[in-house]
C-alpha cells in the first residue's frame, strides 16, 4: 500500500532564505510522487512531478525535488524564498492503483 | 482549456438532506476523480472513473454516496441523508492517463451540514 508521511506541519522562514519541505514515502512498486501547492481559497496546482526519469526534479516557481529511493524520500526545496510562495503544500504519491494518495501538508510561512 | 471548473462553490444544507454537487472535466480528458478534504488534512480519495466507467471506490464512499458519469463527460456526486460529518471540501480532477499523467484540479465545492 502507498503512503506519504510530511514530516513538518509547519515551517517557517524569512524572504529570500532557503526552503526544505520534507517528504517520505512508502509504496510496493516504483511510485509516482508530486508536489502540489494549495493557496487559500484556490484549487491545487502542481509544482512538479517524479515519473522515474531524472532523479532531480525541476518545478515551476523555482523549486526542486529529489528522488531518493535508499532514504525513500522526496524532499522539496527552494533556494530562495519569496513572500508569495506562503501557502500549504502536499507531498503525493501514485502506484498501479491510479489515485493519489496525499500527506497531510505542509504549511508554509513566510517572514518579511 | 477552461480547467477543471465545479459547481457550486458552497453549499449549506440542513442535516438529512440530499445534495448534489457537479464537475466538468477538462473537455479531452479521460480519467475523472473525486476526493474529499477536511480542515487540515490532505485530500482522501474517494472514486474515479476512466469515460463513463466507475473503476473503483474508496472505502470511505458510504452507501450514501453515488457518482456518476454519463457519456464519459461531466460528473455528478450526490450525497443522500446528509450527516455532519459529510461537511468538508469535495474535490474534482481531470488527467488525460493513468499514473504518470498529473491530475489538473477543480476549485472545490465547500459544503456545510447544520
Known amino acids: 500500500a502507498q503512503s506519504v508521511t510530511q514530516l513538518d506541519s509547519h515551517v517557517s522562514v524569512s524572504e529570500g532564505t532557503p526552503v526544505l519541505l520534507r517528504c517520505n514515502y512508502s509504496s510496493s512498486y516504483s511510485p509516482s510522487l508530486f508536489w502540489y501547492v494549495q493557496h487559500p481559497n484556490k484549487g491545487l496546482q502542481l509544482l512538479l512531478k517524479?515519473?522515474?526519469?531524472?532523479?532531480l526534479v525541476k518545478g515551476i516557481n523555482g523549486f526542486e525535488a529529489e528522488f531518493k529511493k535508499s532514504e525513500t524520500s522526496f524532499h522539496l526545496t527552494k533556494p530562495s524564498a519569496h513572500m508569495s510562495d506562503a501557502a500549504e503544500y502536499f507531498c503525493v504519491v501514485s502506484e498501479l492503483r491510479r489515485q493519489l494518495t496525499f500527506g497531510s501538508g505542509t504549511q508554509l510561512t513566510v517572514l518579511p | 482549456d477552461t480547467g477543471v471548473s465545479q459547481d457550486p462553490r458552497h453549499k449549506i444544507t440542513k442535516r438529512g438532506q440530499n445534495v448534489t454537487f457537479r464537475c466538468d472535466p477538462i473537455s479531452e480528458h479521460n480519467r475523472l476523480y473525486w476526493y474529499r478534504q477536511t480542515l487540515g488534512q490532505g485530500p482522501e480519495f474517494l472514486t474515479y472513473f476512466q469515460n463513463e466507467a466507475q473503476l473503483e471506490k474508496s472505502r470511505l464512499l458510504s452507501d450514501r454516496f453515488s457518482a456518476e458519469r454519463p457519456k464519459g463527460s461531466f460528473s455528478t456526486l450526490e450525497i443522500q441523508r446528509t450527516e455532519q460529518g459529510d461537511s468538508a471540501m469535495y474535490l474534482c480532477a481531470s488527467s488525460l492517463g493513468g499514473q504518470h499523467y498529473e491530475q489538473y484540479f477543480g476549485p472545490g465545492t465547500r459544503l456545510t451540514v447544520t
Open positions: 517524479y515519473t522515474s526519469a531524472a532523479t
